[in-house]
């Protein structure tokens, strides 16, 4: 995880995630204007279109292989699944014979200490965001799109709740923003 906090280490970060809200914000020159954007899951440009969104994609956090119609440019992917289907995905990215960014994956004793943290199975997005605010030193984070517990996430017009408990992730995410 090193790559990720050199990347982030004394920058501004935006943190985009999936939901429907973003299409209507107006915030993709904010979002833009950060030195490094993390993106979450499909919340792509190459997926949704720029316009809600912004173009900027420093770095992709993904819980699965979404095949090779998502293949930002990045300089790193962090891939999430830490289990047997995570296991299969992994296995797709690395026999994929395109090129693509570097590519770590979420290590075992992070997922143990931000569970901890969290008191809760979290998901991509509150992982991220717990790991730049404990262990990055970043200027700042801002997140977008976060919400598809009260709106719809972007590529399925549905609510992003199966494995979520969305109480318990937004008190986690408010004491992170507040530290």
Not at 13 to 23: F, H, K, T, Y
Not at 84 to 96: K, P, S
Not at 155 to 167: G, I, V
Request: overall charge neutral; glycine content about 8%.
């Amino acid at each position: 995880m090193k790559q990720l906090q050199e990347i982030v280490r004394g920058k501004s970060v935006a943190l985009v995630g999936n939901a429907q809200s973003l299409l209507t914000e107006g915030k993709a020159d904010e979002i833009d204007a950060h030195d490094v954007v993390i993106r979450i899951n499909l919340g792509l440009p190459a997926v949704i279109g720029a316009s809600g969104i912004g173009r900027k994609h420093t770095v992709w956090v993904t819980a699965k292989y979404w095949g090779p119609l998502v293949q930002p440019t990045v300089d790193l992917i962090v891939f999430m699944k830490l289990t047997l289907i995570g296991d299969r995905d992994w296995e797709r990215f690395q026999g994929e014979k395109q090129q693509r960014p570097p590519m770590i994956r979420w290590p075992l004793a992070l997922a143990t200490e931000c569970e901890d943290y969290c008191q809760c199975d979290p998901g991509c997005g509150l992982r991220i965001l717990w790991f730049l605010k404990k262990h990055c030193e970043p200027k700042s984070v801002n997140i977008y799109g976060m919400d598809c517990w009260e709106t719809p996430n972007t590529w399925k017009n549905a609510f992003n709740t199966p494995n979520h408990n969305p109480k318990q992730e937004r008190a986690v995410i408010d004491r992170l923003l507040c530290d």
